[in-house]
């Protein structure tokens, strides 16, 4: 039968740091990942310009706009085809977003929101202006 103390000071360090973490990895590697997991998303402005997609119509259909999506200030653009009603995790890992679209109605085209990229570099449009088109007052 094998003693404790008949181990080197090394291994029996090794052994207790073994038994007090049950195998498991020290906790400020834990703390680590999970900070690592757990990045703020960085929602940042962007410009939105209409470049496909049909308008809704009073009763009927629902507005399917899709934009082309540049930073604030238009220098850099960051996606196309983007249709921020499409969650890009259900979308194919597309571009996309989490926008509630007013169902059944004439909209105007965005022209600014707010997104963020996810975890797989996809650009997600957090918010955005589409807004009903309601014509002039009577």
Same mark, same amino acid.
């Given at each position: 039968?094998?003693?404790?103390?008949?181990?080197?000071?090394?291994?029996?360090?090794?052994?207790?740091?073994?038994?007090?973490?049950? %195998?498991?990895?020290?906790?400020?590697?834990?703390?680590?990942?999970?900070?690592?997991?757990?990045?703020?998303?960085?929602?940042?402005?962007?410009?939105?310009?209409?470049?496909?997609?049909?308008?809704?119509?009073?009763?009927?259909?629902?507005?399917?706009?899709?934009?082309?999506?540049?930073?604030?200030?238009?220098?850099?653009?960051?996606?196309?085809?983007?249709?921020?009603?499409?969650?890009?995790?259900?979308? %194919?890992?597309? @571009?996309?977003?989490?926008?509630?679209?007013?169902?059944?109605?004439?909209?105007?085209?965005?022209?600014?929101?707010?997104?963020?990229?996810?975890?797989?570099?996809?650009?997600?449009?957090?918010?955005? @202006?589409?807004?009903?088109?309601?014509?002039?007052?009577?």
């Amino acid at each position: 039968m094998t003693l404790f103390n008949d181990f080197s000071k090394r291994d029996r360090q090794k052994i207790v740091k073994l038994v007090r973490t049950r %195998g498991r990895q020290p906790l400020h590697q834990k703390t680590q990942q999970r900070r690592r997991q757990m990045e703020p998303l960085r929602v940042f402005p962007v410009k939105m310009t209409q470049t496909g997609g049909v308008d809704g119509v009073a009763l009927t259909s629902t507005a399917t706009w899709t934009y082309t999506v540049e930073d604030e200030e238009g220098d850099n653009e960051l996606a196309t085809n983007v249709d921020p009603t499409a969650d890009p995790e259900d979308n %194919g890992g597309q @571009n996309g977003g989490w926008v509630e679209r007013f169902r059944n109605m004439p909209l105007n085209p965005a022209r600014r929101g707010l997104a963020h990229f996810n975890g797989d570099g996809y650009l997600v449009i957090d918010s955005c @202006n589409e807004y009903p088109n309601t014509g002039p007052c009577d």
